[in-house]
């Protein structure tokens, strides 16, 4: 399956500043989803956008998805110190599965 | 809504015994729910997709007699390390999402940690 990858950083800001992280992927896609998973637990569902979408919001979550480069981006409007988790983004390859491959992640620490 | 849980949330045994964790969708019906596994500070790597009264369906490299996944009801999944030993050491998490409309998101459990020693 395909898998997601995002830039390999780990984020340390301060609290109310922005945080941007991408990700990357080598196939065509149905949708891509971003997920939240606090130190060992389980994930918290973000936000969907779908191969036909550029651009989503929720709340202080913005993401793009460039299909012609095969990319996504999650920015997170003036932080707080609850943000600081881990960050994945998942691709689904809208086979019918809805099966999700993952990517790498990205460690964010928000401090107050 | 949309609440999943996971039974147990950490469990200890000893090499080559049997361990069964249970991934439940606590206030929806599940036709499809998923098995993942995460080493430390890695991402999550699919195992299986399993849909309620069929066998499931295994990724590449996962032995499905190894990891044996039940899915008798809408809202219970079963995932059963058999004879464990520590590289099956891990954090299991699941995950089930709705039926129609609204399925391609996924609701994740809270993880069960594996410690096989």
């Excluded at chain 1, 550029?54 to 709340?59: D, F, P, Y």
């Excluded at chain 2, 849980?5 to 998923?34: N, Y």
């Excluded at chain 2, 590289?87 to 999402?97: G, L, Q, R, V």
Aim: aromatic fraction near 8%.
């Amino acid at each position: 399956s395909q898998q997601g990858e995002e830039d390999p950083q780990a984020l340390s800001i301060q609290e109310g500043e922005n945080a941007t992280m991408n990700c990357s992927y080598k196939t065509s896609i149905n949708n891509l989803q971003w997920y939240r998973q606090n130190s060992g637990r389980g994930l918290v569902h973000l936000i969907l956008i779908r191969s036909n979408e550029r651009e989503k919001h929720s709340g202080r979550l913005r993401v793009t998805l460039d299909t012609s480069k095969k990319s996504s981006s999650l920015l997170i409007t003036a932080s707080r110190a609850a943000d600081t988790a881990s960050y994945f983004c998942a691709t689904d390859a809208g086979d019918g599965n809805n099966r999700l491959a993952f990517g790498k992640g990205n460690q964010v620490v928000v401090i107050p | 809504g949309a609440v999943v849980s996971q039974h147990p949330s950490w469990v200890i045994c000893k090499s080559g015994t049997s361990v069964k964790i249970e991934c439940r969708s606590l206030d929806f019906q599940a036709t499809t729910m998923f098995w993942y596994r995460q080493f430390p500070k890695q991402s999550l790597m699919l195992m299986a997709t399993s849909n309620e009264g069929s066998k499931a369906t295994y990724e590449q490299g996962v032995e499905k007699d190894k990891f044996l996944i039940n899915h008798a009801s809408l809202t219970l999944s079963t995932l059963t390390v058999t004879s464990a030993h520590p590289e099956d050491s891990s954090f299991y998490i699941c995950s089930a999402s709705l039926s129609g409309t609204g399925r391609e998101t996924q609701y994740f459990g809270p993880g069960t940690r594996l410690l096989v020693l």
